[in-house]
């Protein structure tokens, strides 16, 4: 009997909520099983998809191929001093992680909680949120390297991490499927609350010294007071990467519009806003049929009940328009599109 499954929907599958189905499916909950589903000859003849919690995808059409769901779970730790080693298997859901290692006081994760998806996607785009990059807990990942059926671990360097990307974006995409990750943490706390609203949430608490469950608490409450439930609304979080420009282009835009909002970053460059853009272009809220903006945040797309991945994209594309138009700034998708 065939381990795929056939024609299956895979609207629970995606957090849009998007109704398209694939040709071929399966799920792995282990290496091994990982191993016989490329080990089958039709695995071979098939166009690839590998969904974690699919959090970061928009379908636009049926995918004619082979969707394999990582499901790989599990969670351990081990404690040498000050530095906790930490390791997930690549279906583990991203914010079970978050918890497991808030609860037990591991620091590195927390301004991390509540991003969508699993542990597995993570290295691949290089999830970052409140001023902390995965990159800079990270310590090794293991991946099944799909034409051969070996398993490679990679190290910090091998990942070739930038903004939002990593080698697994660019050189090595398509190549490989991430197993495992592990996690360089600590029992001593550096906390990064100056970014966003963490420190003016804080104090609204009145907490003066706070723990890395009080910084959780506080990065969970805010994302959820911007973002909205994928259970309750489609939506794949933010829909665009926050734009990085060159000093001359960020001199020539703050003389026209001073208050834009921006932020340092690495080798001179700017960070801008691309939420905030996108609401001065008049999107915040916005409903196009079955689609539009959050009405909390702009920067989050939504399927407000049947709407179609082409409507989505075409919604998405309006938005870079005039965006352009208006700021000279092009927005990129942060999300795939399929």
């Given amino acids: ?19 398209v189905k694939a040709r071929y499916f399966v799920a792995v909950a282990n290496e091994a ?23 970061n995808m928009l379908f636009t059409h049926d995918f004619d191929g082979l969707v394999v769901k990582m499901d790989i779970q599990g969670i351990s730790h081990e404690i040498a001093g000050d530095t906790v080693s930490v390791s997930a298997g690549g279906g583990v859901v991203w914010n079970d992680l978050v918890n497991y290692c808030v609860s037990h006081g591991f620091a590195g994760l927390e301004n991390l909680s509540l991003i969508p998806g699993t542990v597995g996607a993570s290295p ?29 671990t990679f190290s910090y360097a091998d990942c070739a991490f930038s903004y939002r990307d990593s080698v697994f974006k660019n050189a090595l995409k398509g190549q490989y499927i991430i197993t495992q990750v592990g996690f360089n943490l600590s029992q001593t706390a550096q906390l990064h609350t100056h970014y966003g609203a963490i420190n003016a949430e804080l104090e609204k ?43 001359e282009q960020f001199e020539g835009l703050v003389q026209k519009f001073p208050e834009v909002v921006h932020y340092p970053v ?51 594309e309006q938005i870079i328009q005039t965006v352009q138009a208006k700021f000279g700034v092009v927005l990129e998708r942060e999300v795939n599109i399929l």
């Fill in 205 to 247: 608490r009145n907490i003066v010294d706070p723990s890395i469950a009080d910084v959780s608490a506080v990065v969970s409450h805010i994302r959820v007071s911007k973002l909205p439930d994928p259970k309750t609304i489609g939506n794949a979080g933010s829909f665009f990467k926050n734009p990085v420009i060159e000093p």
């Fill in 266 to 316: 690495a080798a001179g460059k700017i960070k801008l806003a691309a939420g905030w853009l996108i609401e001065q272009c008049g999107f915040k809220g916005m409903v196009v049929g079955r689609t539009g903006t959050w009405k909390n945040q702009a920067l989050v797309l939504v399927n407000h009940g049947g709407a179609s991945g082409q409507e989505v994209y075409n919604f998405s």
């Fill in 33 to 55: 099983e990982l191993q016989a589903v490329f080990a089958d000859p039709l695995a071979k003849t098939q166009k690839l998809l590998v969904m974690g919690g699919g959090s």
């Fill in 124 to 152: 691949i785009q290089n999830i970052g949120a409140y001023g902390v990059e995965l990159k800079d807990v990270f310590a090794w990942c293991n991946a099944f390297e799909i034409a051969t059926g070996q398993i490679k």
């Fill in 1 to 19: 009997m065939s381990i795929f499954r056939e024609n299956v929907s895979l609207k629970s599958y995606n957090t849009f909520g998007i109704e």
